[in-house]
């Protein structure tokens, strides 16, 4: 894509933002952000019954076109995805996604959402490990 097709991409994004709202039966909900700068994400992430993939995935959040489109692009990429890929996607890996060249100078707003993902699957695991640590005791 060329660079106004990146950009054209990111604002259709935001401006209609794919797995946006609440999600129903979250297993975590991860607030993130940079209040300092006005971006806020809040990921729902709900996990299948095997606990190894992503069954539902939204969120809701405030900010810069590239945070929200980014958050509305992680989201879309990953409904279905198994956990391991939340651990597998690298930052720089999201900005190459979004247009290194378009986001270079919000890599921070870039990876809010990831950020805030990768935040909310390891609460999961952990949360995971205590209920599991709860029945083998």
Not at 106 to 133: D, I, N, P, S
Request: aromatic share 6%.
């Amino acid at each position: 894509m060329d660079r106004q097709d990146i950009i054209d991409h990111l604002l259709d994004h935001y401006e209609t933002p794919r797995y946006h709202g609440t999600l129903a039966g979250a297993d975590v909900v991860m607030p993130g952000g940079h209040p300092d700068c006005g971006d806020v994400v809040t990921i729902y992430l709900k996990v299948d019954t095997t606990g190894q993939f992503i069954e539902g995935l939204a969120f809701e959040g405030e900010g810069c076109s590239v945070s929200q489109a980014a958050a509305s692009i992680l989201a879309e990429m990953l409904q279905g995805a198994p956990l391991t890929r939340v651990d597998e996607l690298e930052f720089t890996e999201m900005i190459d996604t979004l247009g290194r060249d378009v986001v270079k100078s919000r890599q921070r707003c870039a990876t809010l959402a990831l950020g805030t993902l990768k935040a909310a699957v390891a609460h999961y695991r952990k949360a995971q490990q205590r209920e599991q640590a709860l029945t083998d005791g």
